[in-house]
């Protein structure tokens, strides 16, 4: 088995911050590339956030920031900028999620950057699409969530009236997985054509195709012929069901495992109602299906259920919580989530890459790193003497 990762010899330059962008240069860290983590001298934000042993070493950063290099360059000096530029010219990608107005500032938009290596990959995340009516607006989670359509899906399946966010970064992680997708594409075509590019990853439009990917439904055609929003998704009754003794998933998907499941719960006739029958007649009658599911899961204990339609090959889960979701026997029996040692942080746990390369493995080689910790020895690659660093350090451009 290959020691190196697939992107192993790849320079990956990350002056992202929060969320999107550390979760989606940190898969490309798992895979092997140098990813050199700059940051002004405040820090990532989410440093910052939630509970933690360390300042600047917070729970979110810990979760997002592994396989990096961490080097502190106040871009505001002209020597930091310098520095910045003699990376550029030994980087292959150039990664950020600053507004085009401020990184044309500094003087890292697209044009100055390519003058300085002619085929980077430059990657950048934005809020909005460009040449859209919100240009270059400030975006974050909440306000994509809300100007995608997302924040009307719950109300929309349990009949509510107020729009609400999921409890969670959706637009931020859905989007890191585009943008780690893009940056794959742009090393790709480089690697064919031998030429680098402007690639412009917006928050927006990344969730808008998410979210219409089954609920642009019956408004796929024109003029429609049904409504938005996929029924089976947003029926009120898809849901964990309770049981006797607390609560399953169960998911029949087949005529064969509908029949079963009726079967099961005593309702045998159900398999045979012509509004069960088939794939399209139950996807027209799913909330009748649905309700009188959770009506049949009531009868057993949650045990009993797994038990039997395990053994009839009806697909099913039990409900896990955030507490208890890495306890379970699949992600504890894989090390999927892992305790390890960091060596200021001590014990924490790490969730590893998820996807498996039979040729080239996905090993952590770097703890997350503290802010600046590989300062010096980045500056000494670059051939900084000592001298050189300490008064790079004295005057604030690094640190």
């Known amino acids: 088995m290959a020691e190196k990762g697939i992107l192993s010899g790849y320079t990956i330059l990350d002056l992202s911050s929060v969320v999107l962008g550390p979760y989606a240069t940190q898969m490309l860290g798992d895979l092997g590339a140098d990813v050199i983590k700059i940051e002004g001298p405040a820090g990532d934000i989410m440093r910052h956030a939630g509970p933690m042993r360390s300042k600047g070493m917070g729970p979110i950063y810990l979760t997002i920031n592994r396989n990096k290099q961490a080097i ?31 990184i044309k500032r500094l003087g890292f938009d697209y044009d100055s950057v390519r003058a300085i290596k002619p085929d980077i990959v430059y990657v950048h995340a934005v809020g909005f699409a460009s040449g859209g009516q919100y240009e270059g607006r400030p975006a974050y ?33 859905t989007t890191a997985l585009f943008a780690a997708n893009a940056l794959l594409a742009g090393l790709l075509h480089r690697e064919r054509t031998g030429e680098g590019q402007f690639i412009e990853v917006p928050m927006l439009e990344c969730m808008v195709s998410f979210n ?13 012929l049904g409504d ?49 029958a088939t794939y399209a007649a139950r996807t027209v009658n799913i909330d009748e299906i649905y309700r009188l599911s959770e009506e049949i899961c009531a009868l057993k204990t949650t045990d009993e259920w797994m ?37 200021s942080e001590g014990d924490y746990r790490a969730i590893h890459q998820p996807v498996r390369y039979s040729a080239s ?12 910790a590989d300062t010096d020895s980045i500056l000494e690659e670059l051939g900084y003497g000592e001298a050189e660093i300490a008064r790079l350090r004295e005057n604030g451009a690094a640190g």
């Open 212 to 224: 219409m990917v089954e609920n642009l439904y019956g408004h796929a055609f024109v003029p429609p």
């Open 141 to 173: 989670d909440d306000l994509i969530q809300a100007a995608s359509g997302l924040a009307l899906m719950l109300p929309r399946q349990d009949g509510s009236k107020a729009p609400r966010y999921f409890p969670g970064l959706m637009a931020d992680k």
């Open 361 to 372: 493995p996905c090993p952590i080689k770097r703890e997350p790193p503290r802010q600046g």
């Open 72 to 102: 502190t360059l106040d871009l505001a000096k002209p020597e930091a900028k310098e520095i910045l530029k003699r990376l550029i010219a030994k980087a292959d990608v150039f990664f950020h999620n600053v507004r085009a107005s401020g």
């Open 307 to 343: 038990r039997e339609l395990m053994a009839a090959s009806v697909p099913c889960m039990r409900v896990h919580s955030l507490e208890t979701v890495l306890e379970d026997p699949q992600i504890a029996g894989t090390g999927f989530a892992e305790v390890r040692n960091h060596p």
């Open 228 to 276: 938005t929003a996929y029924s089976r998704s947003v029926s009120p009754h898809r849901k964990p069901y309770a049981t006797r003794d607390g609560y399953i998933a169960v998911m029949p998907y087949s005529d064969d495992n509908w029949r079963q499941f009726f079967t099961l719960g005593g309702r045998p006739e159900l398999a045979d109602d012509p509004r069960f």
